[in-house]
């Protein structure tokens, strides 16, 4: 049972403790079939940082499959008034090629902080990079005569078996700073898609190679954001 998201796609406390208590409740009135550990489902999602709005068909069947889930309960919450909140549920079948399933909505009361609604992870955010491993001060480009650093050789990271067996599309990004010498370090993701690919992307940053940015006319340290999009059809 994934984190039941808002309708923009983003999740919140409330979509998980309604996505908790309901996969409880399944697993106490069913003995016919075996739920889950939803605590499995947010370990996998805060190893590699994958949030609501990743989890598309490809990314549900990857982590099902991980998992060992034969079907997968997907949730969305609306607010419709102070004291409502309407769920729409589907369930789907990963075997299903054409991704069927079966819908059902119910009306629940609203909880009363509306902080609950918010949009939220199942990991927390990462800390800011201020420096680098070995001590030095990091740049932000174009920030007090900083320019902005250039990279000239980016190859494309390769998609895995697994991920190309279940057409995971979707955008991986991190962060990294570029030191002086060209090269990448701190490498870190922020957001990233299962079955290798965040690993093969930070690997594969590693060999590549650009311009550093200046200050003074002097290479320094900068921190730089990439975005990296898998997509297969």
Same mark, same amino acid.
């Given at each position: 049972?994934?984190?039941?998201?808002?309708?923009?796609?983003?999740?919140?406390?409330?979509?998980?403790?309604?996505?908790?208590?309901?996969?409880?409740?399944?697993?106490?009135?069913?003995?016919?079939?075996?739920?889950?550990?939803?605590? *499995?489902?947010?370990?996998?999602?805060?190893?590699?940082?994958?949030?609501?709005?990743?989890?598309?068909?490809?990314?549900?069947?990857?982590?099902?499959?991980?998992?060992?889930?034969?079907?997968?309960?997907?949730?969305?919450?609306?607010?419709?008034?102070?004291?409502?909140?309407? *769920?729409?549920?589907?369930?789907?079948?990963?075997?299903?090629?054409?991704?069927?399933?079966?819908?059902?909505?119910?009306?629940?009361?609203?909880?009363?902080?509306?902080?609950? *609604?918010?949009?939220?992870?199942?990991?927390?955010?990462?800390?800011?990079? =201020?420096?680098?491993?070995?001590?030095?001060?990091?740049?932000?480009?174009?920030?007090?005569?900083?320019?902005?650093?250039?990279?000239?050789?980016?190859?494309?990271?390769?998609?895995?078996?697994?991920?190309?067996?279940?057409?995971?599309?979707?955008?991986?990004?991190?962060?990294?700073?570029?030191?002086?010498?060209?090269?990448?370090?701190?490498?870190?993701?922020?957001?990233?898609?299962?079955?290798?690919?965040?690993?093969?992307?930070?690997?594969?940053?590693?060999?590549?190679?650009?311009?550093?940015?200046?200050?003074?006319?002097?290479?320094?340290? =900068?921190?730089?954001?990439?975005?990296?999009?898998?997509?297969?059809?």
């Amino acid at each position: 049972m994934t984190n039941f998201v808002l309708p923009d796609g983003n999740t919140s406390q409330y979509g998980m403790q309604l996505a908790d208590e309901l996969s409880k409740e399944l697993a106490s009135r069913r003995k016919n079939f075996q739920v889950i550990d939803r605590s *499995l489902l947010q370990d996998s999602l805060a190893k590699d940082r994958i949030p609501a709005k990743s989890m598309n068909a490809g990314v549900l069947r990857s982590i099902a499959f991980a998992l060992k889930a034969r079907f997968v309960v997907v949730g969305t919450t609306t607010k419709t008034n102070d004291d409502v909140v309407q *769920l729409s549920a589907e369930v789907f079948d990963i075997a299903d090629k054409d991704w069927a399933g079966y819908s059902a909505v119910a009306s629940l009361v609203a909880p009363i902080s509306n902080d609950d *609604l918010s949009p939220s992870e199942p990991y927390p955010p990462l800390p800011p990079i =201020t420096a680098t491993s070995s001590g030095e001060k990091v740049y932000r480009a174009g920030v007090d005569g900083v320019s902005m650093p250039n990279c000239i050789y980016m190859p494309n990271p390769p998609y895995s078996e697994e991920a190309r067996k279940f057409k995971v599309n979707g955008t991986v990004l991190f962060d990294a700073v570029i030191n002086p010498v060209g090269r990448l370090e701190n490498t870190r993701i922020t957001r990233g898609l299962p079955d290798g690919l965040s690993e093969t992307t930070i690997a594969t940053a590693q060999t590549w190679r650009c311009n550093p940015a200046l200050k003074d006319g002097k290479a320094v340290p =900068t921190l730089v954001h990439f975005e990296i999009g898998f997509r297969l059809y």
